[in-house]
């Protein structure tokens, strides 16, 4: 038997709880790799099972590619450890986004370097701003020759870079939209399912 654990980033924002829609995907626990006690390592330590961990990661930037298998391979002096993928930015993500209201931005955790981002507002046909490298200044410019925005945050929950960019002023009409959250909960227990 297999316990799914979801591993996320980590944050310092009260609001950055995981732990809501990785149980409702049926996780046994969330380990972090960031801003917490509770690392995969001292996960596996505690649950000492064979553990498939879904990264809660949806590019496949520094985090995905070298941080969650760091991880997993510290882990594994506590316990066997299968790394799922991670969410990505597929059709199921894209499933989970809301309907835009107004011009839409998708507004992402990864980097102004991030194709996989690009790649996806592009498909989408929306606009495209990275959180990380000047988000609000970037949505403020975007205000200024958009008279109404709908943020959709390609984001698993709250965190500082959203707050900050929800509490700025803009020039013009911007509407925000909850980050993923629990609309995330069956693509969690598909990628476990998968690998598995």
Not at 22 to 50: I, M, N, P, W
Not at 138 to 158: C, G, K, N, Q, Y
């Amino acid at each position: 038997m297999s316990a799914l654990v979801t591993l996320a980033h980590g944050s310092r924002h009260p609001g950055a709880d995981v732990a809501t829609l990785s149980f409702q995907a049926g996780a046994k626990a969330v380990a972090y790799l960031d801003f917490s006690e509770d690392t995969l390592a001292a996960v596996a330590k505690r649950l000492q099972e064979h553990l498939v961990v879904v990264p809660l990661l949806f590019s496949n930037a520094f985090h995905a590619r070298f941080d969650a298998p760091q991880a997993a391979r510290e882990a594994e002096a506590f316990a066997p450890i299968t790394l799922a993928r991670p969410l990505g930015m597929g059709q199921d993500i894209i499933a989970a986004l809301p309907e835009p209201q107004a011009t839409p931005v998708l507004f992402h955790v990864g980097s102004k370097r991030s194709t996989e981002a690009q790649a996806l507002a592009q498909h989408l046909g929306w606009l495209e701003v990275a959180a990380t490298q000047g988000g609000v200044a970037e949505l403020r410019a975007l205000s200024s020759t958009h008279p109404r925005l709908h943020v959709i945050p390609l984001f698993v929950t709250d965190g500082l870079l959203l707050a900050q960019a929800r509490e700025a002023d803009y020039p013009g009409e911007v509407i925000f939209d909850q980050p993923l959250g629990t609309k995330l909960s069956p693509i969690i227990r598909a990628r476990f399912e998968e690998a598995v």
